[in-house]
Nanobody, 124 residues
Framework: QAQLVESGGGLVQAGDSLTLSCAAS????????MGWFRQAPGKEREFVAT????????AYATSVKGRFTISRDNAKNTVSLQLNSLKPEDTARYYC?????????????????WGQGTQVTVSS
């Protein structure tokens, strides 16, 4: 069983950058594909990015491609999301998720474990 704890959110201005981190417990982190999702008030949780268990494959939502970068360090049991050129529409609570498969998914129901989230607020 994995436990996930996100950090790094905050209040920033449009155009700024942030780095979100997700620390995972357990010795089997390297077998999990990882994902980042976000949820704005009144909206459904949506896919942001995913990375395979090995770190060799990544995928992004169209809305963040070219601005956000997902990475992982299996030796440290962490996955990160670098957010650049932030926009007000990126404002949401960001969640880290783990999938007990080697390849990630863009679908919420494909993930087995979730963190509590970290808030990102982008002012215009």
């Amino acid at each position: 069983q994995a436990q996930l704890v996100e950090s790094g959110g905050g209040l920033v201005q449009a155009g700024d950058s942030l780095t979100l981190s997700c620390a995972a417990s357990g010795r089997t982190f390297s077998i999990y594909a990882m994902g980042w999702f976000r949820q704005a008030p009144g909206k459904e949780r949506e896919f942001v990015a995913t990375i395979s268990a090995s770190g060799g494959t990544t995928a992004y939502a169209t809305s963040v491609k070219g601005r956000f970068t997902i990475s992982r360090d299996n030796a440290k049991n962490t996955v990160s999301l670098q957010l650049n050129s932030l926009k007000p529409e990126d404002t949401a609570r960001y969640y880290c998720a783990a999938r007990n498969r080697p390849i990630g998914s863009e679908w919420v129901d494909q993930y087995d474990y979730w963190g509590q989230g970290t808030q990102v607020t982008v002012s215009s």
